[in-house]
C-alpha cells in the first residue's frame, strides 16, 4: 500500500447516459409547460470557442483540428459546483479524482483523456497563456485561484498544445484565464457563503479605470472543517492585475499570492481477511489525524504588447513563480497486520519508517517573447504565432525524520528549458483551414542528492535507511509537432481533424523513485514521447449544437508507478484511445440543456501488464444539465447529473483486484438577482450517495504482505449544503 505523500506517493496523487437524457427529457418538458411567462433571451456559451496563447491583449490563435471547449463565466456563475475541479468534471474526456474531501477543489486530480494517477503530469495548467511550471509530483493547487477571478476556462484536448506551451501537454491543456478591468465598467462585488462542515467563505472583485489605467483586484478566503476527521481546510488568497493601454499597445503587471492548511485525513481501509471495512463502519473518521501539508505561493508576471504593424503584434513578457511547502507526516493509529486501531493514539516521534517531515522550495523565472501575425500573403488569410520559452527552475527539498531536525536528504534540481515554436494556419477557399505547427526545446538539468549520516533517523538497528542517490547531469532535445485541417462545409457543419507528437520530460520526484529501496537512484529516467491523431465534426441546428469527436493515441516510454518492481519505470508501449460527445441546446427561451459523454479506453500494450487496463480510469461518463430561468434572473434553477463509470483501482495494474463502483450525482442551485443583490442556495449531491473517486488497492499478488481485496478508499461528502449572498456595488 502507498502512503499519502503528496509529491511521492502515488496515493498522493450507454444505458446510464440514457437513462439520464430521458430523466431530464421529461423534466424539460414539465417546466417547459409550466412556464408563465417568457425572460429576454441569454446568450448560449460558444462550443467551438479556441484555445489561446494570451498576449497583453488577449487575442487569440486557435489550434485547427483540436477538440476545444470552453466554459463561460455565466457557466460558472451558475453551476451548483463551486470549485474549479468540480466544474472540470462535467466536460466529456475530463476525470477527476478526489483524495482531501473536494473542500474548494484543493489538491484534486485533473486527467484528460485516461491517465489515472499520473493524470496531473499530462495535463498541462496555465494561468492566463503561462505554464504554471511543476518539478516534483505536486498536483496544481486549483484552490489557489478565486473562482470569482475566472473570466472563463479553455479545454484543449490531445498532444496539440505541446507545440505551443511545451512538455506536459500529452493528455490536453487547461487554460484560466482571468478577469481583466479593461473594457469594464468601475464597480465591485462581495459576496460570503456558508455550508455544510462549518464551511465559511469570503470573496471579493474590484475593477477601476481611468484613462488609460486599468486595475482588477480579487481575493478570497475560505475555512471549513472538511468532511473527514483531519480534514481541516484554510485558503486565503489574493490578487491584482494592472494595465495601461495606450494606441501602440500595452503594458501588464500581474501578481498573486496564496497561503493554504490542509489536514491529510488516509484512506479508509477495507480488509476483508480481517473482517475491516472502514468504509462501511466510519466513512468520516482517519488512521492519521496529525498529518500534514502546508502551502505558500506568490507569483509575479509583467510585460509589454507592441503593434509593430498592422496585423502584427510584438509581445516581451516574463514571470516568476515562488511556492513554499512543508508536509508531516506521523505513525498511523491502525496496525494493517492485526486490523485494530488504536484509540488513544497520538502524534509521536518514532523511527524513519513511520515519521517523515517534509519541506520544499520551488522558484520558477520565465521569459516568453513572441510574434503574433495577423495577415494575408498571396491572397490567403494566415494566423502565426512565433515564440521562444525560456523557463529556469530551482528545486530545494530537504527531508528529515521530524520537523526541526537536520534533513536525511537534501535533494536539490536545477533545471534549464530553453525553445522555440512556431504554429500558421492558413485559409484556403474560404472554407478551409490548414494549420502546421513545430517546438524544438532543449532541457539541462542537473540534479543532486546530499545524505546527513548524522541526522536523526539515519540508523535503524545499527543499519543506514537511506542511500544517497548518484548525481545526474543531463541535457536533451525534444520535438513536437501538430497537423491540422478543419473544413466548413455550411454553417452547419465542420469537419475537422489533427495529428501531433509530444513529449513529457520525467519530474524529481518520479526520479528520486527510480530505483529499489535500498539502491542509489540516479535520477535517469527516458522522457515520455506520445503521437495521436483525432477526428470529429461540429453540428448547428438551428436552436441545438453538437461537437463530436473519436481519437487514438499512442506512447513510448510512458512514466508510471509500477506495483511489481516498487519503482517509477519507463513502461513497454501503451495506448489511449476513445470518443466524446458534448451538445447544447435551447429548449425554449428560458431553458437551456447541456449533455455529455465520453468512452475512454487507456491499455497496456506491451510487457508484463500487456491488454490490461491502465488504473484510475473510467471507460463511461456521462453528464447532463439544464439551466431554467424561473422568473428573468431573479428566479434561476441548475440543475447537473453526473455519471461515473467502475475503474481499476491505483496500484491494480494487473487487474486483479476489486473495481471502484459506478457513482451517480445530482446537484441543484436555486438562485436570483434583486437590485444590485444577489443570492443562491447549491445542493451537491442531492441523494447523498455514497462514492469515492480514489483508491489505493494492495498490488496483489506482487509484494510483501499484499492481499487480494485489500484497498484504502478515499469517500468523498454526503449531501453538502452552500448559501451564498452578495452585493454589486
Not at 499597445?249 to 473482517?275: C, E, F, I, K, M
Not at 521562444?388 to 525524520?401: F, G, I, K, Q
Not at 457543419?493 to 542509489?520: C, K, M
Request: contains cysteine.
Amino acid at each position: 500500500m502507498t502512503h499519502d505523500h503528496p509529491n511521492g506517493g502515488r496515493a498522493a496523487r450507454a444505458a446510464g447516459l440514457a437513462i439520464l437524457l430521458g430523466g431530464t427529457a421529461m423534466l424539460l418538458a414539465g417546466t417547459a409547460r409550466a412556464q408563465q411567462a417568457t425572460a429576454p433571451e441569454t446568450t448560449l456559451p460558444d462550443l467551438y470557442v479556441t484555445a489561446t496563447r494570451l498576449g497583453g491583449t488577449g487575442s487569440a490563435l486557435g489550434i485547427t483540428g483540436a477538440s476545444t471547449t470552453v466554459i463561460t463565466a455565466e457557466e460558472i456563475e451558475r453551476s451548483p459546483e463551486q470549485t474549479i475541479p468540480g466544474i472540470l468534471a462535467r466536460e466529456p474526456g475530463i476525470q477527476v479524482s478526489n483524495l482531501y474531501g473536494g473542500v474548494n477543489g484543493a489538491r484534486a486530480t485533473v486527467d484528460i483523456r485516461g491517465f489515472g494517477a499520473t493524470g496531473a503530469q499530462n495535463t498541462l495548467i496555465l494561468i492566463d497563456g503561462r505554464r504554471v511550471d511543476l518539478p516534483d509530483l505536486q498536483t496544481f493547487d486549483w484552490g489557489s485561484v478565486p473562482i470569482n477571478a475566472v473570466e472563463r476556462i479553455e479545454v484543449t484536448r490531445g498532444n496539440s498544445g505541446g507545440v505551443l506551451y511545451g512538455d506536459g501537454a500529452v493528455g490536453g491543456v487547461i487554460n484560466i484565464v482571468t478577469k481583466k478591468a479593461t473594457g469594464r465598467p468601475n464597480g465591485a462585488r462581495a459576496e460570503v457563503a456558508w455550508g455544510s462542515f462549518d464551511q465559511v467563505e469570503g470573496r471579493g472583485t474590484a475593477f477601476a479605470s481611468s484613462g488609460p489605467h486599468a486595475i482588477a483586484l480579487y481575493a478570497n478566503a475560505v475555512r471549513s472543517d472538511g468532511y473527514r476527521d483531519n480534514g481541516r481546510y484554510h485558503q486565503t488568497n489574493a490578487g491584482a492585475d494592472y494595465r495601461y493601454t495606450r494606441d501602440w499597445g500595452s503594458v501588464y503587471l500581474n501578481t498573486t499570492a496564496s497561503d493554504q492548511v490542509l489536514g491529510l485525513p488516509a484512506g479508509r481501509r477495507v480488509d476483508p481477511t480481517l473482517g475491516l471495512n472502514q468504509l462501511a463502519g466510519d466513512r468520516r473518521g482517519t488512521n492519521t489525524p496529525w498529518d500534514f501539508a502546508n502551502q505558500q505561493q506568490a507569483t509575479a508576471t509583467t510585460g509589454m504588447t507592441y503593434d509593430m504593424t498592422p496585423g502584427a503584434e510584438l509581445i516581451l513578457d516574463g514571470g516568476v513563480r515562488v511556492r513554499k511547502q512543508q508536509a508531516a507526516y506521523f505513525p498511523s493509529c491502525l496496525d494493517t497486520f492485526t486490523g485494530v486501531f488504536d484509540t488513544g493514539c497520538r502524534r509521536q516521534i518514532g523511527s524513519a519508517y513511520d515519521t517523515s517531515y517534509f519541506e520544499s522550495s520551488l522558484v520558477t523565472s520565465s521569459v516568453t517573447p513572441r510574434l503574433k501575425v495577423d495577415t494575408t500573403v498571396f491572397g490567403l488569410p494566415l494566423k502565426s504565432l512565433t515564440g521562444v520559452d525560456v523557463y529556469h527552475t530551482d528545486y530545494s527539498s530537504p527531508r528529515a525524520l521530524m520537523e526541526g531536525a537536520a534533513p536525511l536528504h537534501q535533494y536539490d534540481l536545477d533545471q534549464t528549458s530553453l525553445a522555440a515554436y512556431t504554429m500558421n494556419t492558413v485559409t484556403l477557399f474560404s472554407t478551409t483551414d490548414v494549420s502546421v505547427g513545430g517546438r524544438v526545446q532543449r532541457t539541462s538539468l542537473s540534479a543532486r542528492d546530499a545524505v546527513n549520516a548524522a541526522a536523526p533517523g539515519y540508523l535503524y538497528f545499527g543499519f543506514p535507511t537511506v542511500v544517497q542517490a548518484n548525481p545526474l547531469d543531463d541535457t536533451q532535445t525534444n520535438r513536437a509537432w501538430h497537423i491540422g485541417i478543419e473544413h466548413r462545409f455550411n454553417q452547419q457543419l465542420t469537419l475537422f481533424g489533427r495529428t501531433a507528437q509530444s513529449f513529457r520530460v520525467p519530474n524529481v520526484d518520479e526520479r528520486i523513485g527510480s530505483a529499489p529501496w535500498g539502491t542509489p537512484s540516479n535520477f535517469a529516467l527516458k522522457t515520455q514521447t506520445s503521437r495521436d491523431w483525432e477526428a470529429g465534426v461540429k453540428v448547428t441546428a438551428g436552436p441545438m449544437a453538437l461537437q463530436w469527436s473519436i481519437y487514438d493515441m499512442y506512447l513510448n516510454d510512458e512514466i508510471f508507478y509500477s506495483p511489481f518492481t516498487t519503482t517509477n519505470v519507463n513502461l513497454d508501449p501503451t495506448r489511449r484511445y476513445g470518443s466524446e460527445a458534448l451538445a447544447t441546446m435551447r429548449v425554449s427561451d428560458t431553458v437551456r440543456l447541456k449533455g455529455s459523454y465520453a468512452y475512454t479506453r487507456a491499455v497496456f500494450r506491451e510487457g508484463v501488464y500487456a491488454g490490461n487496463d491502465v488504473p484510475l480510469v473510467a471507460r463511461n461518463t456521462a453528464g447532463v444539465g439544464v439551466v431554467w430561468n424561473i422568473l428573468d434572473n431573479r428566479l434561476v434553477f441548475t440543475g447537473d447529473v453526473r455519471f461515473v463509470g467502475s475503474r481499476r483501482m491505483d496500484n491494480d495494474s494487473r487487474n486483479l483486484q476489486p473495481m471502484t463502483p459506478t457513482y451517480t450525482i445530482l446537484d441543484a442551485k436555486i438562485a436570483g438577482e434583486w437590485d444590485r443583490y444577489f443570492w443562491s442556495v447549491a445542493v451537491q449531491n442531492l441523494l447523498n450517495a455514497d462514492y469515492f473517486d480514489y483508491a489505493v488497492a494492495s498490488p496483489y499478488p506482487d509484494g510483501f504482505g499484499s492481499k487480494y481485496g485489500v484497498y484504502n478508499a478515499y469517500p468523498q461528502p454526503g449531501r453538502t449544503f452552500v448559501l451564498r449572498v452578495g452585493a454589486n456595488f
